[in-house]
C-alpha cells in the first residue's frame, strides 16, 4: 500500500471519528435540553404528588396526636390499625370489624359499578361506533356533557331521581305499581347507581375509541358463516375491543373506589367507602397516621388494579395475528 493510499485512509478514519464526536455531542446537547424543558415538570410533579406522598407516608409512621397531628415518635399503631383493633381495656387485639366492613363494602361496590357500567357502557359504544361518520361527533358530544357539570350538581341530581318522593317513585305510584315509596336513598343501591351515572362515559370513552378502529368486515365474516350474535360479540368483538374494555373498567374501578362526594350524599353518612372513612379520620377522628395508612391502603389496591390492567393488555391473543 503506498504512502497516499495510507494517508486517505487515515483521513478518511479522523474524518469519521470527528463525524462520530460531533454527533455524539449533538445527542448529548439534545437530551440536555430536553432534560432542561421537562425539569419544571418534574419539579411540578414532585411537589404536587409525590411531595405529599411522602409525608403520608411518613405520618403512617408517626404517633397520632391528643388534638390530631402527629407526634413526631415511631409507631406501627396506624399500620396496625388499619386492620387490628386494640381493646381499651385489657389491650387486646383483635380483627377491627368496621374498616373490615368499609373496605368489603368499597371493593364490593366499585366491581359492581365498573360491571354496570360496562353493560350500559358497552352497547352505547357499540352504537354510536356503527352511526354514519358524521353523526358520530354528535353523539359523542352528548356523552361527554355530563363532565360539564359539577360532580356535586350530578349528584343532587340523582337523589332527585331516587329519593322517595322522586320521578322513580312517583312515576311508580302514578301507575299504581306501588303503595308506599321504595326506599332506594341511603342506601348501597344508591351509591351504585350515582357511580355508574357518574363514570359512566369514563367506560363508554374507551370502549368507543377501540370499537371505532375495529374492521366490521369480521362481524359480516362471523354471519356469512352462521355464527350467533352472542358467538360473533365472544368471539369476535369482545376479543378486538378487549383493551378498550379492559381501560375502562380500570377508569371506572380506582375512581369509585376512591369515592367520597357520592358515598357521602348517596349513602347518607351510613353506608361509608374508603374515602369517607379517610376523611373521617383526618377530620373527627383526629387520627392522621391511621388516616395516612388507609391512604396508603387504598393506594396499594389502585396500583394492584392497575397491575392487571398492564397484564391483561400486554397478553398477546391467541389465535389472532
Known sequence: MSTLDQLAQSELATGENRASAIADATHRAHVRRRLLLTTPALIVLFCAASGPLLIMLIYSFLSAG???????TLSWDGWANVFMQRDIFDGTLSIADAHVSILWRSVKLSLLTTFTALVFGFPTAYFIA???P???NLWLFLITIPFWT???IRTFAIMEVIRNQGVINTILKSLELIDEPIQMLFTDFAIM???TYVYLPLMVLPIYASMEKLDFRLVEAGYDLYATRFRVLRRIILPLVKPGVVAGSILVFIPSLGAYVTPRLLGGGK???LGNLIELQFGQGRNWPLGAALSFSLLI????????YVRGVGKPESGHD
Request: hydrophobic letters at 55%; glycine letters at 10%; zero cysteines.
Open 193 to 195: 347507581i350515582g357511580m
Open 301 to 308: 389496591i389502585v396500583m394492584a388494579a392497575l397491575l392487571i
Open 130 to 132: 356503527t352511526r354514519p
Open 271 to 273: 353506608n361509608m367507602m
Open 150 to 152: 359539577n360532580l356535586l
Open 134 to 136: 358524521r353523526t358520530r
Open 66 to 72: 391528643d388534638y390530631g397531628g402527629v407526634e413526631w
